[in-house]
């Protein structure tokens, strides 16, 4: 998303404010009008392997459990997404998609319906593998991630190697939040998210940001990097499929014929009376 002003053509953080403050409903105007994908990012973090179960070759399902975003981070356009963002739309919306790289086409579909389950679930950054203090809401989807359908991501998933995820969505609210007591709204929106936010050394160091409180959910993509790296893939386990019990479609053919070789008996005995 193109942002409509260069933050670097101010010469002071109060002319930079000031000019936000004044063009903050056209600014949100358009961070609501577009279709946002979390993007790459310069930070980076450790992460701690995939929790990955020994999965066999010759298996056709895999449960795939990724984290698709990550509240209390300032990402590159200067957005916050706040806790309970996804709430309204993980209840309502039930086409959400799991797909490959944001490509919203037909072979790049991961796991839909009632193969994909979406949740939110509050968690520590440490206990994601990030060092950073404090708590994140994870949106996270448990996806039966299945060999017939997106053979590729079937193969990159169950070899380990997807550790970023990015969400496609689109703001409903957003307000803005500026280290200025002057502005009285903007300060107050301030006060009220600034220590919860992981990286807040880098939001005091810019003094503002957006504050995402409530965002529409329309897809969660394997990317190959995004997020800055705080979506990673939590877990895959090897999912058994209920195969029909072969031995028992073969008792069908004797069954029959027993019953046959009974008849023929009882006719022919009937027969001789």
């Known amino acids: 998303m193109t942002m409509i002003f260069d933050k670097n053509k101010f010469k002071t953080k109060k002319e930079l404010f000031d000019f936000i403050k004044e ?3 056209t600014i949100i105007t358009q961070k609501k009008s577009a279709i946002k994908h979390t993007d790459n990012f310069s930070y980076s973090v450790p992460i701690d392997e995939v929790q990955q179960k020994a999965i066999s070759n010759d298996v056709e399902v895999i449960k795939v459990v990724a984290v698709i ?3 209390n981070y300032m990402d590159s356009h200067d957005d916050v997404h706040i806790d309970g963002l996804w709430n309204k739309t993980v209840k309502e919306n039930k086409r959400v998609l799991h797909l490959q790289e ?3 086409e037909f072979d790049k579909i991961i796991s839909s319906h009632s193969d994909l389950s979406v949740k939110t679930e509050i968690m520590k950054w440490i206990d994601l593998g990030f060092n ?3 708590k994140t809401e994870a949106l996270i989807f448990d996806s ?3 060999k017939t359908r997106n053979s590729f991501m079937f193969q990159q998933y169950k070899n380990g190697w997807v550790d970023n995820h990015s969400v496609g969505m689109q703001y409903v609210k957003i307000e803005l939040a500026v280290d200025d007591a002057e502005m009285k709204e903007e300060f107050t929106t301030w006060n009220k998210h600034i220590e919860i936010i992981a990286n807040k050394d880098d939001v005091k160091k810019q003094g503002y940001f957006f504050a995402v409180t ?10 190959l990097r995004g997020s800055n790296d705080l979506t990673p893939t939590l877990s895959i386990t090897e999912i058994k499929t209920n195969e029909p019990d072969l031995s028992t479609q073969k008792n069908i053919v004797p069954e029959q014929s027993t019953q046959t070789n009974f008849l023929n008996e009882f006719y022919k005995q ?3 009376n």
């Open 69 to 71: 975003n990550t509240t």
């Open 132 to 134: 950073f203090e404090g």
């Open 102 to 104: 944001h490509k919203n």
């Open 270 to 272: 009937r027969k001789n």
């Open 23 to 25: 063009n903050k409903e």
């Open 144 to 146: 039966n991630v299945k």
């Open 214 to 223: 409530e965002a529409k959910l329309i897809e969660g993509s394997a990317v």
